[in-house]
């Protein structure tokens, strides 16, 4: 194929839309109950070279009696798109919709109502803060019980932060002072305010006395909205990139708006995620341990608001047994508790899969709430709750031959099991084949801190042979590395088997889903433990299937994946016949001092980080010892590398350490450099390009 044919390809397979968030209202009648359920979406346009938001509705007639029989679904209307909204939120009473949107430079709040807009105010020509933040990380848009207040977080005003103690404006000599920021993709954030609209006066006040060493976000109204909650992220001495990172200082906080602001967790913890119970009498939240993996098996609390008592409704699950609950891994959605109150609905990894559980309060009993895990005939490998509200979950499905599809579902009683109803099924399904492969390390590659781990992998390849010496295989590695390639839809999979690759990703110890035990066995590991996992995984896959080629092999990543696809091909440099990298970590030695979470850099080493370390020739030396540059001599295959210029967590000096040392001993490698992208190259145009030239690549090499 040439190069417009891949590109057009790639546009068929990641232009296919995903649903990102979901909001369900509800209406009694005489006969019959109604639900309406609005899906957004996210859909990439390869000819505006951005990705289009938009809605779909759906009205949903169930019995007045038995509001979980589901009469009909009636076909959603045509598609509306969302030009400009950053956050968007329904009140309590579902009347109002308020709407922070951008405009050119402006940022405006809307409030809409039935008959239209109600209310606009400008809030970049109020001048009383900066940005709003419409992160994941921070950001929050918040109806008080009366609704007649808003809350949000947004940058402090550069005017206010640039006045001195005594009110005069700051002198000239000051306007180039460095401001610390949150790192990579939160580089516009530094120091967050909590603003309140009263939207009776049209005034907004920022909120004061959040403690002068906490950045505040995720923030919600209190019962009676006469104090917020909050999540405060400690700052001092300086900060620690936040992205992919749930092992950063935090605490909750309760302030008043009279001004009197309390710590109401633990400390030395991380906390995020809390969400008030529909009574308002319980708080939960995540909690985690500071430092140490940059993502781990966080436990779920509760806190009494009466008593001020907390108590853990889920624990860490250290190692979970084959089919049972494996922990929680991701961020709560906003809306996660049942009507009643009395359960916690989330999903979360579970080994190669991805699921739906439900928690109860009293029992502390996790049910699943998909398929039958044990199904390995089951449609589905990957389920995400979107919301649970008034007891009607919405959820996103897909596996790898399936593009996301949204499917509903009530919470079950007692006994009972979910009858699922699809709502929107996707444009088109791709004949493929996948398997998920369970892999037992050797003896001799057993961790003996934590020995009788095993691990996963994701197989998917063409339904017919394209070649008769077999199947050319493409090994796929996630970042992190804890993270986890679930069993789910990928475009970039998608595409490369499309093109006649069988691609296998792998699920190396130290990936989410396998239990807090496999993370930290890898903690002084890297370059080693997880090098051999990958290669295991690999030999078992061409064990198990014979319609694989052994001898056409190639090996894409990034950040760590990129990591270990180096190592790979240094460590065994007659296995693998090219390779293609992004932002790939070359030598932990030199990255140290550039990347935005150097704590994680002495943790995977096998150090303890401390804010105060100074780098010693024992930490200088481990570090290279276990990083990609000490194989480079050895490296045969071709090498792709694809450099984000503004990557704030592995610096493209990386790459390009790399690329002088195989330019200089004529190994064959090609280097592209995006100036504006960061590390995870997420721009449009950037994915067109990796994937293109990847393709290209692979296809000149095997």
């Known amino acids: 194929m040439d190069s417009d044919q891949i590109t057009g390809l790639y546009g068929k397979v990641s232009g296919l839309a995903v649903p990102v968030s979901a909001r369900v209202s509800e209406e009694q009648l005489p006969e019959v109950r109604i639900y309406t359920v609005t899906a957004e979406w996210i859909q990439t346009d390869l000819v505006r070279n951005s990705r289009l938001r938009y809605s779909q509705q759906w009205t949903l007639i169930a019995d007045s009696n038995n509001h979980k029989n589901i009469r009909t679904v009636l076909p959603p209307g045509p598609c509306s798109p969302l030009s400009g909204e950053l956050l968007s939120e329904l009140s309590p009473t579902r009347g109002l919709r308020a709407v922070v949107r951008e405009t050119g430079s402006q940022q405006l709040l ?21 940005r709003v933040y419409d992160d994941t990380q921070f950001g929050c848009l918040s109806w008080s019980e009366c609704e007649s ?71 919600l109204w209190a019962p009676c909205s006469q104090a917020v909650f909050f999540v405060g992220w400690y700052h001092e001495p300086f900060r620690l990139g936040l992205k992919f990172c749930s092992n950063r200082r935090s605490a909750l906080f309760r302030l008043s708006l009279d001004g009197h602001c309390e710590c ?34 966080l436990s779920v609390q509760q806190l009494d608001l009466k008593s001020g008592k907390t108590s853990t409704m889920l624990d860490v699950v250290s190692r979970p047994q084959t089919g049972d609950f494996a922990g929680v891994y991701e961020a709560l959605p906003s809306h996660c508790w049942s009507a009643d109150g009395e359960k916690v609905v989330f999903s979360s990894a579970v080994r190669n899969w991805k699921d739906v559980f439900m928690v109860d309060r009293g029992t502390k009993k ?95 390849k063409p339904s017919h042979l394209l070649c008769e010496t ?10 992190g590395p804890h993270s986890q390639f679930p069993v789910e839809w990928n475009s970039t999979t998608a595409g490369l088997v499309e093109l006649g690759f069988a691609v296998l990703m792998v699920n190396y110890r130290g990936s989410t889903g396998f239990g807090q035990d496999s ?69 932990a ?8 979470i150097v704590d994680w850099r002495y943790t995977s080493a096998g150090f303890q980080f401390s804010y105060d370390n100074i780098p010693t020739a024992e930490t200088l030396a481990a570090m290279l010892l276990k990083s990609p540059i000490t194989h480079a001599a050895q490296i045969k295959a071709p090498v792709l590398l694809m450099l984000g210029g503004k990557d704030r967590r592995v610096s493209p000096h990386q790459g390009l350490e790399l690329y002088k040392v195989l330019k200089s001993r004529g190994s064959p490698v090609r280097l592209l450099w995006f100036p504006e992208d960061g590390h995870s190259l997420s721009r449009v145009d950037t994915q067109v390009d990796c994937f293109l030239n990847t393709v290209l690549w692979l296809t000149q090499h095997l």
């Open 589 to 596: 030695a030199t990255l140290l001092g550039t990347s935005d």
């Open 149 to 219: 207040k808003l809350l949000f977080v947004a940058e402090r005003s550069r005017s206010s932060s640039a006045e001195t103690r005594s009110g005069e404006s700051a002198s000239r000599k000051d306007r180039s002072v460095y401001c610390e920021d949150w790192g990579e993709a939160l580089t516009s954030k530094s120091v967050p305010v909590l603003c309140v609209v009263d939207l009776h006066h049209g005034e907004i006040d920022v909120l004061q006395s959040v403690p002068q060493d906490v950045s505040p976000g995720q923030a």
């Open 519 to 587: 993370i930290l066995s890898l903690i002084g590991q890297v370059g080693s433990q997880d090098v051999k996992d990958v290669q295991r995984a690999v030999m078992a896959a061409l064990q198990n299937d014979k319609t694989l080629d052994p001898k056409r092999l190639a090996v894409i990543g990034g950040s760590h994946g990129g990591f270990l696809s180096c190592h790979l091909i240094g460590q065994y440099p007659d296995f693998y016949r090219a390779c293609a990298a992004r932002n790939p970590v070359i030598n």
């Open 110 to 130: 809307e409030i809409w109502d039935r008959h239209g807009l109600r209310k606009s105010l400008n809030l970049s020509a109020l001048n009383i803060h900066g």
């Open 470 to 479: 077999g199947t050319p295989v493409v090994v796929f590695i996630h970042g």
């Open 366 to 460: 996790v049910s699943s709430l998909s398929d039958n895990l044990s199904d390995l005939s089951k449609v589905y490998g990957s389920w995400k709750l979107l919301t649970v509200q008034r007891d009607l979950m919405v959820v996103c499905c897909s596996s790898p031959n399936s593009p996301p599809t949204l499917r509903v579902g009530f919470l079950p009683s007692a006994d009972e099991t979910v009858t699922w109803r699809t709502l929107q099924q996707p444009v088109t399904t791709f004949d493929y084949l996948w398997t998920v492969l369970d892999v037992t390390p050797t003896s001799d590659e057993d961790n003996l801190r934590y020995p009788g781990l095993d691990f996963g992998a994701i197989l998917v």
């Open 264 to 297: 109401i967790s633990g400390d030395n913890l991380s906390v995020s995620c809390p969400r008030l119970s529909p009574d308002g009498s319980t708080l939960i939240y995540l909690q985690g341990s500071v430092f140490g993996p940059h993502n781990q098996c």
